[in-house]
């Protein structure tokens, strides 16, 4: 089946550690995106990827790194930097420059 | 001023009731807007994705666009309980960047 991972489905941390969230997408998609989504404020675009190689700052990119080594997989680090990183966190991919976003399931991340 | 509004609701409506879910948005520029229905703790799924103007249909949903006022509508028509979700607007001027609205909380009482 085609789609869109995203592991783990709930992820805990203590303050202070970096964690990195896994996306993986086999639709043969070139672009990635993360977003997170906190109750009330929607979607922001954290980072987003339209090649391997590349990658662009979103919104809320403070906090945050990504690595697009393959085409298939878009990891995203939380580090100690980001100051409120309990979240909900989506992957989604496109083709290139196309409107329509496919989204993974999501991995909520709670801070202790 | 945020990009995209949208009323959080919630909405609660009986089941066959007609449903209307609307943004505002500022940016003249958008030509791609997008309609998301999400689950709880789950991702979004795009509902209907419409170009410029117009109206598009597809099944019992409706979705519309008129940019002259900047508002965008999703009606969904014989609303069913399995249409509880949270749905999302999205819009879009260059297609490799999409904003959000903050979604529209949606409850069908059988």
């Known amino acids: 089946d085609g789609g869109i991972t995203q592991s783990p489905k709930y992820l805990f941390r203590k303050e202070g550690q970096n964690v990195t969230l896994s996306c993986e997408q086999n639709?043969?998609?070139?672009?990635m995106y993360w977003y997170r989504q906190d109750p009330g404020q929607g979607l922001r675009l954290i980072y987003y990827s339209q090649i391997v190689n590349d990658f662009q700052k979103g919104d809320i990119a403070e906090g945050y790194s990504v690595s697009r080594e393959k085409k298939e997989s878009f990891p995203l680090t939380v580090t100690s930097a980001q100051k409120n990183p309990t979240a909900f966190y989506l992957c989604?991919?496109?083709?290139?420059?196309?409107?329509?976003?496919?989204f993974g399931p999501g991995t909520r991340l709670t801070v202790l | 001023q945020k990009e995209v509004e949208q009323d959080p609701g919630p909405l609660s409506v009986p089941e066959g009731a007609i449903v209307s879910l609307n943004c505002t948005y500022s940016n003249s520029a958008f030509q791609y807007f997008m309609w998301y229905r999400q689950y709880s703790r789950k991702g979004p799924e795009l509902l209907m994705y419409?170009?410029?103007?117009g109206n598009k249909e597809d099944g019992r949903f409706t979705a519309q666009v008129d940019k002259s006022s900047k508002y965008i509508s999703l009606f969904i028509r014989d609303s069913q309980p399995s249409d509880s979700a949270t749905y999302l607007c999205?819009?879009?001027?260059?297609?490799?960047?999409?904003?959000f609205g903050t979604g529209t909380s949606l409850t069908v009482i059988p």
């Open positions: 639709l043969n998609h070139d672009a």
């Open positions: 419409t170009y410029s103007s």
């Open positions: 989604a991919s496109s083709i290139h420059l196309a409107p329509e976003q496919f």
């Open positions: 999205a819009m879009s001027y260059t297609g490799n960047q999409f904003y």
